[in-house]
């Protein structure tokens, strides 16, 4: 099993920048980052693969957005630049065994309790 600890969230202002980062047991494939604002569903907000050269983003996060990985430490980053008041919610660190994982939430099998990140505007 893995466990994966997320850091970083906090309260910024509108326009700031904020650096996510999760801390796995061991090595994984796929990984993401999802987010669930109150009264929304949990969404994908960035995929990398196994070798950090396959990323895929939202919409609303692309150009602003980067994930990363440091497989030499277990570690997955989400930097955040830009930030907006909709961009509000609590983001969840998640981790695959398979390389096939993609953006739904059941691709995933592992889970942090998350970090909350708050922009004000």
């Known amino acids: 099993q893995v466990q994966l600890v997320e850091s970083g969230g906090g309260l910024v202002q509108a326009g700031d920048s904020l650096r996510l980062s999760c801390a796995a047991s061991r090595a994984t494939f796929t990984m993401a980052w999802f987010r669930q604002a109150p009264g929304k569903e949990r969404e994908s907000v960035a995929v990398i693969g196994w070798s950090g050269h396959s990323t895929d983003y939202t919409d609303s996060v692309k150009g602003r957005f980067t994930i990363s990985r440091d497989n030499a430490e277990n570690t997955l980053y989400l930097q955040m630049n830009s930030l907006k008041p909709e961009d509000t919610a609590l983001y969840y660190c998640?981790?695959?065994?398979?390389?096939?994982?993609?953006?739904?939430?059941?691709?995933?099998?592992?889970w942090g309790q998350g970090t909350q990140v708050t922009v004000s505007s």
């Open positions: 998640a981790a695959s065994n398979s390389p096939y994982s993609g953006r739904f939430r059941n691709d995933y099998r592992y």
